[in-house]
């Protein structure tokens, strides 16, 4: 039996692992940052997470559960798109380069670069603190090359309760895309209605399940790391523990594909100014 092993920058993936996340959408990673190497993570990851960077972030740190200017203190899906933007001390952090390493290994065809990253952070008690079922590729503008290897590192530990990732296994291989709507809010002042939005109000997506979808949980532990692509259906469900869950995603494309994001105006900053009629597959 072969066993993952890490040394240094280098973590060796089994063939089982490439062959999973062929088939599958996704593989799951144990041990692939330390609790050392999480340490100095974390401590911006707070820093982010406790809106010390809002002033200059704009839309990039964000409620993902609830619309466009929710108040600070009404988040329950912190998010904070771009960190190393905002404070290039974190830029090319081991999380990355180890990452990097793994991407290598799964993408043989070109060569796969970061192409964004973002800290997620759910508050404690919070069941609306989820991230709604959706396919990364229906946020993302049509390029020929979709390929993509998007990891979640567990900043703290990802359990069931405080709701960890989920997945369809082998939604990536579906022959379409499902269709993405932004995903409608509550009425505040006219509690159990909802609106309709677009993405301008909300930059969350959602889809409608089908008949026949089984949904897999995917509990990790502290600096284990799940890998998914482009197309596979996934999402996760509330925080119902007494703890934060913190997870650190960062996201790897063919370099030309983010040549052409950006040849567009497209940095995944939710304050980026797009024609989103443009994104519709």
């Known amino acids: 039996m072969t066993f993952h092993q ?3 920058e280098q973590y060796s993936l089994t063939n089982e ?52 200017g929710t108040p600070i203190e009404e988040f329950q899906l912190v998010n904070a798109m771009l960190p190393s933007k905002y404070c290039p001390e974190l830029a090319n952090n ?84 499902r269709k993405h709507v932004p995903k409608p809010y509550r009425n505040i002042d006219n509690i159990g209605k909802t609106n309709a939005v677009s993405r301008d109000d909300s ?13 897999q949980h995917l509990p990790v532990t502290r600096g284990s790391v799940t890998v998914h692509d482009e197309r596979i259906i996934h999402g996760s469900s509330g925080n119902l523990s007494d703890d934060w869950r913190k997870t650190y995603v960062m996201a790897f494309r063919d370099s030309e594909t983010i040549k052409q994001e950006r040849g567009a105006g497209f940095t995944h900053s939710h304050n980026d100014k797009v024609n989103w009629n443009e994104f519709i597959r």
């Open 6 to 8: 890490r040394n240094g």
């Open 17 to 68: 692992d490439i062959i999973q996340y062929a088939e599958k959408g996704y593989v799951v990673l144990p041990d692939v940052i330390s609790n050392d190497e999480i340490a100095f993570i974390e401590q911006w990851f707070d820093h982010f997470v406790a809106g010390n960077e809002s002033h200059r972030m704009a839309r990039d740190f964000c409620d993902m559960s609830q619309p466009y």
């Open 94 to 177: 081991i999380f990355h380069r180890v990452a990097q390493n793994i991407t290598d290994q799964l993408y043989t065809r070109g060569k796969a670069l970061l192409d964004y990253e973002q800290f997620l952070a759910k508050k404690p008690n919070k069941s609306g603190a989820e991230f709604a079922m959706h396919q990364d590729l229906g946020y993302w503008p049509k390029t020929a090359n979709t390929w993509t290897a998007t990891f979640s590192l567990a900043i703290t530990p990802s359990t069931l309760e405080n709701g960890c990732l989920q997945v369809i296994s082998g939604s990536n291989k579906e022959p379409e895309l």
């Open 203 to 215: 930059h969350l997506l959602v889809i409608h399940n089908e008949t026949g979808d089984k949904i």
